[in-house]
């Protein structure tokens, strides 16, 4: 447990813009806490000043969270959930509203379409409602269509929503209604601040946060352009059983889903074929505390060497297609060190992306 000082410090450093949840945990890494990281970002600027959220701010938004009833976990606290504490980019914070406690328990995603049959809502209604009676959280995205059907079957025992904004936005606002009523019997969670807004580029953030917390992830309804195919491919990335139910050949909503199980997913046809299906899981949620602080970021050691001349060396090498940092290293011919201390130099000043796998991508045109 950290003090009240340190949390704000976490909370800063991780609002800071440039700073992925990869980088953040390899800042921890080096730096040991939020406070001693923040002091030495200023090092890291080349080519404009790391605007860093003030202390204020950072005090009001956990103040307004309070306020609302909510939370906010760190990923070093012990109320982290364990196998989201797993993945490589896990979220170094979480707003909580409601209980808590269901995060530490067994979850299914189960996601699908926006624009889904009135069968395929009703089959995941039944499935959520079928799992959560025995005993499993269902955890979805509050979206239209699949999410909401499945947030609804499992609402008497409790269900996890994980929105794309803050936890205070209401997204879509036609399931206002459906908001509350898990805020007061499941929970509502997020990485982003406290009023954000949900855009394009937070709902794969999101999902992986849906994966990350699951046994398995469950694709009820999905064409082919369907954003639960990346939960599902993120799900598989995690190490997560990736599960889909069959649909209608030649219907457009069930293209995605079918797919999957084409290539591989385990076909589900009834809540008892998913409990069959699922792995024990005993891996990472027993070993993600350990894993999470020691083995995913390795610190980076100083030592001396031409800073300029390894920035364009691997400059030239990052492009907006990710690149696995292991092939930067034998390409420049730079120690594993050098590279990852430039990486993450490039990354504060808005230059590249870490990505998980171990991997890079260019951000802007250098």
Same mark, same amino acid.
Not at 350 to 353: D, E, R, T, W, Y
């Given at each position: 447990m950290i003090g009240e &000082? !340190?949390?704000i410090a976490w909370l800063r450093l991780a609002r800071t813009e440039t700073i992925g949840p990869? +980088?953040?945990h390899r800042l921890i890494a080096k730096y040991k806490t939020a406070s001693k990281a923040l002091e030495a970002l200023p090092n890291f600027s080349r080519n404009r000043p790391i605007t860093i959220p003030s202390v204020d701010s950072a005090a009001q938004e956990l103040a307004k969270l309070h306020s609302l009833g909510g939370q906010m976990i760190l990923s070093c606290d012990e109320t982290y959930p364990l =196998? %989201? &504490?797993a993945i490589e980019d896990a979220p170094p914070v979480l707003s909580v509203l409601g209980n808590i406690e269901l995060l530490q328990q067994k979850s299914i995603g189960v996601?699908? =379409?926006r624009n889904a049959s009135l069968n395929g809502r009703k089959f995941a209604w039944k499935l959520a409602k079928d799992l959560s009676e025995r005993n499993y959280v269902v955890t979805s995205g509050l979206a239209r269509g699949i999410d909401t059907a499945a947030h609804e079957g499992a609402l008497a025992k409790g269900t996890v929503a994980v929105v794309a904004g803050g936890v205070d936005v209401i997204y879509p606002k036609e399931n206002e209604t459906l908001y509350t009523q898990i805020v007061k019997a499941g929970a509502v969670i997020s990485e982003c601040a406290l009023g954000m807004q949900p855009i394009a580029q937070h709902f794969p953030k999101r999902n992986r946060i849906i994966s990350g917390l699951s046994l398995g992830i469950v694709v009820v309804e999905a064409n082919l352009k369907s954003g639960s195919l990346? +939960? &599902? $491919?993120t799900a598989g990335e995690q190490g997560r059983d990736v599960m889909a139910v069959p649909g209608f050949p030649a219907d457009p909503r069930s293209e995605g889903s079918n797919a999957l199980i084409r290539d591989g997913a385990a076909l589900i046809r009834c809540a008892d074929d998913i409990i069959e299906h699922i792995s024990s899981f005993s891996g990472p949620c027993h070993? &993600? $505390?350990?894993s999470s602080q020691n083995t995913l970021f390795e610190p980076i +050691? !100083? !030592?001396y060497f031409d800073e300029a001349a390894a920035h364009d060396l691997i400059l030239r090498e990052v492009s907006v297609s990710p690149i696995a940092i292991d092939e930067i290293i034998r390409t420049c011919h730079l120690a594993s060190s050098v590279v990852q201390g430039t990486l993450l130099e490039m990354e504060l000043n808005? %230059?590249?992306?870490r990505l998980p796998g171990n991997r890079v991508c260019l951000l802007q045109a250098a």
């Open positions: &000082a !340190e949390k990869i +980088t953040f =196998s %989201l &504490a996601v699908g =379409s990346i +939960t &599902a $491919r070993q &993600a $505390r350990a +050691t !100083e !030592e808005g %230059l590249v992306q």
